[in-house]
Nanobody
Framework: QVQLVESGGGLVQPGGSLRLSCAFS????????MGWYRQAPGKQRELVAT???????NYADSVKGRFTISRDNVKRQVYLEMNSLKPEDTAVYYC?????????WGQGTQVTVSS
């Protein structure tokens, strides 16, 4: 059973940076597509960034140029480097692993951007 555990969230001022991590266990990490999603209060969960098993990345328009997704297949982790944070980036950030019809989610980590 795949398990995902996010970490690295917190409170940061506008313009600041945070790095989120997601630790993967329970299966072969390298064959899964990994992604970061977020959900703000009163809004639907939305895609932030994805990193396929083949090495392709994809970003939401709202984070392009500010956020970078990366993965370490040896450490079995996926990261989200977030720079130039804005108040509208405030949300719970979730890690997702997918392969064919299988889908797994982490418990989420809170990111709050406020002065």
């Amino acid at each position: 059973q795949v398990q995902l555990v996010e970490s690295g969230g917190g409170l940061v001022q506008p313009g600041g940076s945070l790095r989120l991590s997601c630790a993967f266990s329970g299966s072969i990490f390298s064959i899964y597509a990994m992604g970061w999603y977020r959900q703000a209060p009163g809004k639907q969960r939305e895609l932030v960034a994805t990193f396929t098993s083949g090495g392709r990345t994809n970003y939401a328009d709202s984070v392009k140029g500010r956020f970078t997704i990366s993965r370490d297949n040896v450490k079995r982790q996926v990261y989200l480097e977030m720079n130039s944070l804005k108040p509208e980036d405030t949300a719970v950030y979730y890690c997702r692993a997918t392969r064919t019809t299988y889908e797994y989610w982490g418990q989420g980590t809170q990111v709050t951007v406020s002065s």
